[in-house]
């Protein structure tokens, strides 16, 4: 089966990208906790293209969001679906970070989550212009 990484940045791409995972995980019968709660095999025929398994039957967007703000990240975090992301995979207040950091952060991060994608088929990139 075919996976994608699904890359959010900035205040638009990650309101964008918020409401995404609200619908598809509502499409996947997966709650707010990432938990699949669904009433149809169809449901997690093809789960594993958006979500990784977690431990404990928990499903976790393979997703990264970046923004240069704080403030787009508490809204994600705070809001329906806020909880099911993985930690480390919200990226913000970058400015304060070197150019070359930031880009080396990046490459290692994306690296990180291409090599257990299995195979990694695209990244979607929802950003604003």
């Known amino acids: 089966m075919r996976e994608i990484v699904h890359l959010q940045a900035g205040q638009c791409g990650n309101q964008i990208g918020a409401k995404f995972w609200e619908v598809i995980s509502d499409e996947h019968g997966i709650d707010p906790t990432g938990?699949?709660?669904?009433?149809?095999?169809?449901?997690l025929e093809r789960i594993n293209v958006y979500y990784n398994e977690a431990t404990g039957g928990k499903y976790v967007p393979r997703a990264v969001?970046?923004?240069l703000e704080p403030g787009t990240m508490d809204s994600v975090r705070s809001g329906p679906f806020?909880?099911?992301?993985?930690?480390?995979?919200?990226v913000f207040?970058?400015?304060?970070?070197?150019?070359?950091?930031?880009?080396?952060w990046w490459r290692t991060r994306m690296r990180h989550i291409a090599s257990t994608t299995k195979p990694c088929m695209t990244f979607v990139s929802v950003r604003s212009s």
């Open 35 to 43: 938990a699949y709660h669904g009433d149809s095999d169809l449901q």
């Open 82 to 90: 806020g909880q099911v992301f993985r930690p480390d995979n919200f």
């Open 65 to 67: 969001l970046v923004d």
């Open 93 to 104: 207040g970058v400015r304060i970070m070197p150019p070359c950091r930031f880009t080396s």
